[in-house]
């Protein structure tokens, strides 16, 4: 079977595609024909955020790709700004809404902190109780079937552990930024002890690992592309990778991935 059609399944027992479309950064038009060009060719998985502005498309690629709903697997974000109970209720009606669906599969808290202190250090604030607040109204929806899952994104173990603390629906998912140059091997091993699927965003560093002549070797050496060694990468440490490109040849390769990569050449890839 095609790495497209393999899934990881989720503590809840959930199905989850293990390549994901990223829509980052596309435009409402990008969104919708990269979206279903994707789904007619293979894959089944499309990660979107209401900060993407582009869910309405996304969902409107879903429909008009022909696929049945429950074969294709949409994740979207609630902004890292919105930080009450009120705000993630109403941000998860809008999405319900925008994407034009009865439910959607997994839904994610963008960030533990507002973009604008995101990285601030050290942390002022937390925003555990606030957090905490959100992921109530995500299990009450959850619970009501309106969400097949739930998780983080940008979560470091003291997120999750603060959060986890508080709640009997721990995340099913934490997206992070992960590619090669850029691990975490302290948060994947306590994400995969707790049943958590890591997610790796920005696979092939936003573009920035497409010129990278260390990695160009080793593509050269399995004759794959340096995306395909980004995506694959990932896939050999059970992360699941969201690639995105708005151009269907990229699109077709970075989901053509069926090989696999060799111990010394991955311990080479995880010394970059
Ligand atoms: N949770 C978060 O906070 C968060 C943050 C960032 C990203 N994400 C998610 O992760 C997804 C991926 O991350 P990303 O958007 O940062 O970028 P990425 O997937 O690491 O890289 C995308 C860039 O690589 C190019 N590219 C893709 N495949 C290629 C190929 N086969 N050959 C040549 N160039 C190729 C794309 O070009 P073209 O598009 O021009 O084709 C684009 O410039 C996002 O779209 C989003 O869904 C989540």
Same mark, same amino acid.
């Given at each position: 079977?095609?790495?497209?059609?393999?899934?990881f399944t989720l503590a809840n027992g959930v199905e989850i595609p293990k390549i994901?479309?990223?829509?980052?950064?596309?435009?409402p038009d990008e969104a919708y024909n990269s979206t279903k060009?994707?789904? *007619?060719?293979?894959?089944?998985? &499309?990660?979107?955020? &209401?900060?993407?502005?582009?869910?309405?498309?996304?969902?409107?690629?879903?429909?008009d790709s022909g696929l049945d709903r429950d074969t294709v697997y949409i994740t979207t974000k609630i902004p890292g *700004? &919105?930080?009450?109970?009120d705000e993630a209720k109403a941000t998860i009606e809008q999405s319900l809404k925008e994407l034009d669906v009865e439910y959607i599969d997994l839904i994610l808290i963008h960030a533990p902190r507002p973009w604008q202190v995101m990285h601030d250090r050290p942390i002022e604030n937390h925003y555990y109780e606030e957090n905490a607040n959100v992921w109530r109204a995500m299990v009450e929806a959850y619970e009501a079937g309106q969400l097949k899952a739930i998780g983080v994104s940008n979560f470091s173990i003291d997120d999750l552990e603060h959060l986890m603390a508080t709640t009997t629906v721990?995340?099913?998912v934490n997206q992070v930024i992960y590619h090669i140059g850029r691990t975490n091997q302290e948060l994947l091993a306590f994400c995969q002890n707790n049943h958590i699927l890591l997610e790796g965003y920005s696979p092939i560093a936003t573009g920035r690992l497409l010129d990278n002549q260390q990695i160009k070797a080793i593509?050269?050496?399995?004759?794959?592309?340096?995306?395909?060694?980004?995506?694959?990468?990932?896939? *050999?440490?059970?992360?699941?990778p969201l690639p995105k490109s708005v151009h269907e040849d990229y699109i077709l390769q970075n989901a053509d991935v069926d090989f696999s990569i060799e111990a010394d050449d991955m311990a080479y890839l995880d010394s970059l």
């Open positions: 079977m095609r790495v497209l059609q393999q899934t994901g479309l990223g829509t980052w950064q596309m435009s060009f994707a789904l *007619e060719n293979g894959y089944l998985h &499309v990660d979107t955020a &209401v900060s993407y502005r582009n869910q309405q498309a996304v969902g409107k690629a879903v429909k *700004e &919105v930080k009450t109970y721990a995340p099913h593509a050269d050496k399995y004759d794959k592309s340096i995306p395909q060694i980004c995506i694959r990468y990932l896939l *050999e440490k059970d992360i699941l």
